[in-house]
Protein backbone atom coordinates (compact mmCIF):
# COMPACT_ATOMS: atom_id res chain seq x y z
CA UNK A 1 0.00 0.00 0.00
CA UNK A 2 1.09 3.11 -1.04
CA UNK A 3 0.41 6.88 -0.50
CA UNK A 4 -0.39 8.73 -3.88
CA UNK A 5 0.16 12.45 -3.90
CA UNK A 6 -0.93 14.09 -7.20
CA UNK A 7 -0.56 18.22 -7.54
CA UNK A 8 -4.34 19.30 -7.18
CA UNK A 9 -6.26 19.70 -3.53
CA UNK A 10 -9.87 18.37 -3.31
CA UNK A 11 -12.61 19.55 -4.39
CA UNK A 12 -16.00 18.37 -5.54
CA UNK A 13 -16.74 18.56 -8.62
CA UNK A 14 -20.63 19.23 -8.31
CA UNK A 15 -20.34 21.72 -5.50
CA UNK A 16 -18.98 23.28 -2.44
CA UNK A 17 -19.72 20.13 -0.77
CA UNK A 18 -18.30 16.69 -0.23
CA UNK A 19 -20.05 13.85 -0.97
CA UNK A 20 -19.36 10.05 0.75
CA UNK A 21 -20.44 7.06 0.50
CA UNK A 22 -20.48 5.42 3.14
CA UNK A 23 -21.04 1.30 2.24
CA UNK A 24 -20.87 -2.02 4.30
CA UNK A 25 -19.99 -4.92 1.47
CA UNK A 26 -19.46 -8.28 2.28
CA UNK A 27 -17.10 -9.02 -0.28
CA UNK A 28 -16.60 -6.19 -2.74
CA UNK A 29 -15.21 -8.44 -5.20
CA UNK A 30 -18.19 -10.11 -6.18
CA UNK A 31 -20.20 -6.96 -5.98
CA UNK A 32 -18.14 -4.87 -8.83
CA UNK A 33 -20.93 -4.60 -10.95
CA UNK A 34 -23.16 -3.10 -8.13
CA UNK A 35 -20.51 -1.28 -6.36
CA UNK A 36 -19.24 0.45 -10.18
CA UNK A 37 -23.59 0.95 -10.49
CA UNK A 38 -24.01 2.68 -7.11
CA UNK A 39 -20.84 4.91 -8.07
CA UNK A 40 -21.98 5.79 -11.04
CA UNK A 41 -25.16 7.10 -9.62
CA UNK A 42 -23.95 9.02 -6.33
CA UNK A 43 -20.82 10.12 -7.82
CA UNK A 44 -18.67 10.17 -4.74
CA UNK A 45 -15.86 12.84 -4.23
CA UNK A 46 -15.06 9.50 -0.99
CA UNK A 47 -15.72 6.10 -0.91
CA UNK A 48 -15.40 4.05 2.55
CA UNK A 49 -16.11 0.96 2.99
CA UNK A 50 -16.10 -2.10 5.31
CA UNK A 51 -16.08 -5.91 5.00
CA UNK A 52 -14.14 -5.53 2.09
CA UNK A 53 -13.12 -9.31 2.15
CA UNK A 54 -10.06 -8.34 -0.22
CA UNK A 55 -6.53 -9.94 0.11
CA UNK A 56 -3.04 -9.00 -1.28
CA UNK A 57 -3.62 -10.56 -4.35
CA UNK A 58 -6.57 -8.67 -5.37
CA UNK A 59 -5.31 -5.68 -7.21
CA UNK A 60 -7.44 -1.90 -6.41
CA UNK A 61 -7.98 -1.80 -10.26
CA UNK A 62 -9.71 -5.08 -10.38
CA UNK A 63 -12.50 -3.40 -8.58
CA UNK A 64 -12.49 0.06 -9.16
CA UNK A 65 -12.39 2.91 -11.48
CA UNK A 66 -8.67 3.69 -13.26
CA UNK A 67 -9.05 6.95 -11.80
CA UNK A 68 -9.26 6.67 -7.83
CA UNK A 69 -6.50 6.01 -5.16
CA UNK A 70 -7.47 3.34 -3.01
CA UNK A 71 -6.12 2.78 0.26
CA UNK A 72 -6.91 -0.35 1.88
CA UNK A 73 -6.37 -2.36 5.08
CA UNK A 74 -7.07 -5.59 3.99
CA UNK A 75 -7.25 -9.05 6.39
CA UNK A 76 -5.20 -11.94 5.46
CA UNK A 77 -8.07 -14.74 6.21
CA UNK A 78 -10.11 -12.95 2.92
CA UNK A 79 -12.85 -11.65 5.49
CA UNK A 80 -13.26 -8.33 6.99
CA UNK A 81 -10.67 -5.17 5.52
CA UNK A 82 -11.34 -1.76 5.04
CA UNK A 83 -10.49 0.81 2.44
CA UNK A 84 -11.14 4.77 1.54
CA UNK A 85 -10.99 5.71 -1.81
CA UNK A 86 -10.86 9.26 -3.42
CA UNK A 87 -10.21 10.62 -6.66
CA UNK A 88 -7.02 10.49 -8.09
CA UNK A 89 -6.70 14.35 -9.10
CA UNK A 90 -6.55 15.12 -5.23
CA UNK A 91 -3.77 15.52 -2.75
CA UNK A 92 -3.92 12.84 -0.05
CA UNK A 93 -1.81 10.72 1.91
CA UNK A 94 -2.61 7.77 4.12
CA UNK A 95 -1.65 9.10 8.22
CA UNK A 96 -1.79 6.08 9.96
CA UNK A 97 -2.99 2.49 9.94
CA UNK A 98 -2.95 -0.03 13.41
CA UNK A 99 -1.16 -3.02 11.98
CA UNK A 100 -0.99 -5.05 14.81
CA UNK A 101 -4.49 -4.23 16.31
CA UNK A 102 -7.62 -6.36 15.89
CA UNK A 103 -9.70 -3.58 14.80
CA UNK A 104 -8.98 -2.83 11.15
CA UNK A 105 -8.50 0.80 10.52
CA UNK A 106 -7.22 4.02 7.88
CA UNK A 107 -7.15 7.53 8.33
CA UNK A 108 -6.48 9.41 4.87
CA UNK A 109 -5.81 13.17 4.82
CA UNK A 110 -6.87 14.50 2.16
CA UNK A 111 -5.75 18.84 1.51
CA UNK A 112 -8.63 21.00 0.75
CA UNK A 113 -9.12 23.85 -1.72
CA UNK A 114 -9.42 25.95 0.92
CA UNK A 115 -5.60 24.88 2.71
CA UNK A 116 -7.58 23.37 5.49
CA UNK A 117 -7.30 19.55 5.83
CA UNK A 118 -9.66 17.00 6.19
CA UNK A 119 -9.02 13.67 7.77
CA UNK A 120 -11.14 10.41 6.96
CA UNK A 121 -11.52 7.37 9.03
CA UNK A 122 -12.41 4.17 8.43
CA UNK A 123 -12.54 1.18 11.21
CA UNK A 124 -14.44 -2.29 11.61
CA UNK A 125 -14.30 -4.12 14.31
CA UNK A 126 -14.49 -7.65 13.66
CA UNK A 127 -17.34 -9.26 15.48
CA UNK A 128 -15.35 -11.72 17.40
CA UNK A 129 -13.32 -9.25 18.67
CA UNK A 130 -13.00 -9.17 22.94
CA UNK A 131 -13.65 -5.52 23.61
CA UNK A 132 -11.83 -5.30 27.14
CA UNK A 133 -14.22 -4.32 30.22
CA UNK A 134 -14.01 -0.27 31.34
CA UNK A 135 -12.09 0.11 35.05
CA UNK A 136 -15.01 1.43 37.24
Given at each position: ?5 S ?37 P ?17 E ?38 S???A ?31
Open positions: MSSRIRKQFHSQTSNHLKLLNINTPSINSKKADLLSIIAQSQDIIVATETWLTSTVMSTILLPNDVAYRKDRSDGYGGVIIVIKSDSISEITSMRPNQIEIFVKISLLDKQTLIICRIYRPPKMILPTPQT
